[in-house]
Every structure is written in C-alpha cells, then in structure tokens.
C-alpha cells in the first residue's frame, strides 16, 4: 500500500512538473509570437511606396550614447551635405554635462531637422532587469534633459541600452521601440593611439563594410557617434549609400503612419 502511494506521489509530481514546464515554454513563445506580429506587421505595411516612386531606398541610421560635442556634430554635417537626416538617441547626462558636453551638439542636430530619441540617462540600467523606479527615473529624467535644450521636442522614440526592454514594458511604453537589423559594431572599432595609419583605415572599412554589405531598403543601422573612427566611417557610408541610391531618413519618416507607441520595430 504504501509503495503504490509513493508511486502515486512520484506520478503526480512528475505531472505538474511537466505542466509548468509546458506552461512556461508556451509563455516564452509567445512573446516571440508577440514580437514578431508586431514586426511582421511592419515588414508587410512599411516598404514605402512613395519611395519606389520616387527611385529611392529608404533606410534609417540611428546613433547611440551621444551627443557629443565633436563627433555628433561632424555626422550632422555629413548628414546634411546629402540632405539626409539621421536619428540620435541620447543619454541624459551627456546633454547635461560631462567629458561628451553635449548640450549644443544635440541643439545642432535638432535645427539640421534630424530626430531625437530617448536612449537612457546613466547608461547603466538594463530595462528588463532593472526596478520600476530606476526604469521611469531613466526615461523621465532624459526626456527632460532633451526639453531643457529643445522646448518644443516631440519624443516618440525610445532605443533600449543594449536593446533590452521587457514585452511589457514595450506594450505600455509611451514610445515607439526601435530595435535595429544592421549592426557594424562599430564601437569594436574604435581607434586606439598605437593605430597606424592602415590600422586605422582598415577600422574604418570594417566599419563601413559591416553596414553596406547587410544594408537593404527599410533598414534600421546601429551606430554610435561618440568615437572619432565612426564619425570617419559615417563619411563614406553616407556617399555608398547616396550612390547606390539610397536616402537615409529619420526612423519615424521610415515607419511613417505605421509607428505606434507601446510597439517594438527592429526591421523593415
Ligand atoms: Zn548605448
């Protein structure tokens, strides 16, 4: 008798233990089914009709972790001599002050009509990881940082550090969350002081070869514009691009009506 009971228990733990397991596995997918309507239904309604009749590619650069004093400002001229605008998600407390004095950087970029998005305000806080509290703190506090220098600011746009953020935290973002699928790592690249010249030039057609080989029409590129390496590779990336007939806009001109808050878009 008591045998057969310890079997019975054996059984049933067994069960549940499967139950659960099931239960958490169909969590998990999901919200991969989840992120991949939303992206999905930015792939079929995205691809711009208006720019195949206009004979152009659109694509999107964002840049991450600035403003910078220099090196933002450079890219902005770049960014102008072809009339293309980028997008900037900056950090809060590089536009309030610190080594990067990005307060009139990102001035500039704004009056050259790029976009300005919310990236974080200390960098440090992973928003599928970390509090509530720290998670408003960082946004909030960068969004004001942004209106301290531009008054008027529209802020629709949120990248995550490192591209983490929570299913729920996208679902009840008052931003739009934007992802990227072309990704050079160009902040491996960045120029050491022993580089010589041709390890330098190499750095920068890593760089510039990471985005124009994975780059199509509707893509989302990741760049940083704090290091002096990109700002030289954004060079040539914007004249390839320029001839291969590409025109590079601000990422709510490349959603255009299909952006909406509380969603997450990572390609086109
Ligand atoms: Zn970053």
């Not at 960014?79 to 990005?102: M, P, Q, S, W």
Request: charged share 25%; proline share 1%.
């Amino acid at each position: 008798m008591r045998k057969i009971i310890k079997i019975t228990a054996f059984l049933l733990l067994f069960v549940t233990l499967f139950l659960v397991s099931c239960e958490k596995e169909e969590k998990h997918s999901l919200n991969n089914l989840d992120d991949l309507a939303v992206i999905a239904t930015h792939e079929e309604t995205t691809s711009a009709p208006e720019s195949e009749a206009q004979g152009k590619k659109r694509v999107a650069i964002t840049f991450d972790d600035g403003p910078h004093n220099v090196y933002t400002k450079r890219i902005v001229d770049e960014l102008e001599k072809y009339g293309f605008h980028a997008t900037f998600f900056v950090v809060g407390n590089r536009i309030d002050g610190g080594t990067y004095n990005g307060s009139s950087a990102l001035k500039y970029a704004y009056e050259k009509g790029n976009e300005i998005g919310i990236h974080g305000y200390t960098h440090k806080a992973y928003y599928n990881k970390c509090s509530d509290e720290v998670y408003d703190s960082e946004l909030k506090n960068t969004e004001k940082a942004i209106k301290n220098v531009i008054k008027n600011a529209d802020v629709r746009l949120m990248r995550p550090v490192g591209g983490h953020i929570t299913s729920e935290r996208v679902q009840q973002s008052k931003y739009s969350v934007i992802l990227w699928n072309v990704d050079p790592e160009d902040w491996k690249y960045k120029y050491s002081s022993g580089d010589s010249d041709e390890a330098a030039a190499q750095k920068v057609e890593t760089i510039v070869s990471g985005v124009m080989e994975n780059v199509s029409e509707g893509s989302i590129i990741l760049m940083h514009d704090i290091y002096e390496s990109t700002a030289d590779a954004v060079c040539i990336i914007l004249e390839r691009l320029f001839e291969e007939g590409y025109e590079v806009v601000t990422v709510s001109e490349l959603l255009g009506e299909n952006r909406a808050s509380g969603k997450k878009y990572s390609c086109g």
